[in-house]
């Protein structure tokens, strides 16, 4: 008999504020998720921004605050973005990760480097120079812990691996993370078979061997999966994904007072259908859990807020 998850709590507690501060973008991904509704009116106002961010910190300040670049377009591309990386920089509760697609040259990672408590660099195979690619994780991680994401593309599937293992055998300090691919409702679902879910669940990543994980500021993102049985393990939340236990409909979910949103446009959002306000005016955030309405949870980063099943 199969056992039923009935709780998830995160490993690390911290707060976590995902940010898309622009849908520019200077790759053209073919599974790019953003693809279906794209934006090229212009990037958020950062003074907004560093303002919101700053009362979060705030209001959160007996714990971590992640606050991550990590939704839309290319955030380096953002013409303030170093004037946001140093913001972020002086709240000592605030652990700033920019997640990227690595196109910046290494003379500008050589400079900014010192603003970024974590960075995550996304492997596009199909569109960056891999050779390019490698150079500037090789100099990176001589300086910084950092993650590599691999989303992974069905038909390029074993190039990606070959390229995550050659990343941590001949780089210290990267974490491989490999990325199940999700779609959006409206899209064309995305398929890979099953021998290549079942590849990514034996292998969900890889890193160095030299990897010092006294470096690393990031935030545990692992979380403890809790059963009917009453065992407890600690797993990834990709993997629920890619297992398809990521569908808590009608489970008492802490999202908003664990997570936050914020669109190019500036509003904030608890989940996708929750909106709780504008930076560039006021909001009032929730307090209080909320029952889950979603029928798939399909980002891992939303997987790992606290969660219970509710009889």
């Known amino acids: 008999m199969s056992k039923e998850l009935i709780k998830i709590e995160p490993v690390e507690y911290a707060f976590r504020v995902e940010l898309s501060i622009g849908m520019i973008c200077n790759y053209n991904c073919p599974y790019c998720i953003e693809k279906s509704n794209r934006d090229k009116s212009g990037w958020i106002d950062i003074d907004a921004l ?39 920089k002086r709240k000592s509760n605030i652990i700033f990760q920019l997640t990227t697609n690595g196109s910046r040259p290494i003379e500008w990672w050589e400079k900014n480097l010192k603003y970024l408590d974590h960075l995550v660099m996304t492997f596009h195979c199909t569109e960056c120079n891999h050779d390019e690619f490698f150079k500037k994780v090789k100099y990176i991680s001589q300086h910084l812990t950092m993650t590599v994401v691999i989303p992974l593309y069905s038909p390029v599937f074993s190039i990606q691996y070959e390229f995550g293992r050659k990343l941590v055998n001949e780089c210290d300090n990267v974490f491989v993370s490999f990325k199940p691919l999700v779609n959006k409702p409206y899209e064309k679902p995305y398929e890979w078979t099953d021998e290549q879910k079942q590849y990514f669940i034996d292998n969900p990543f890889f890193i160095s061997k030299n990897y010092d994980r006294t470096k690393r500021k990031a935030v545990n993102m692992n979380v403890k999966a809790y059963y009917d049985d009453g065992t407890i393990e600690e797993v990834r939340p990709q993997i629920l994904v890619a297992k398809n236990m990521d569908r808590f409909k009608g489970w008492k979910c802490h999202i908003g007072t664990e997570f936050l949103k914020v669109d190019h446009y500036g509003n904030i959002y608890c989940c996708d259908d929750n909106k709780s306000g504008n930076i560039k005016e006021s909001y009032t955030l929730p307090t209080e859990p909320v029952i889950c309405k979603i029928n798939k949870c399909n980002c891992g980063f939303m997987v790992a807020i606290k969660k219970e099943k509710v009889n």
Do not use: Q, Y
């Open 50 to 88: 560093i303002n919101f961010c700053n009362d979060i910190s705030d209001r959160n300040s007996h714990r971590p605050v992640t606050i991550a670049l990590a939704n839309g377009g290319e955030p380096s591309m953002h013409p303030r973005i170093i004037d946001f990386m140093k913001a972020m």
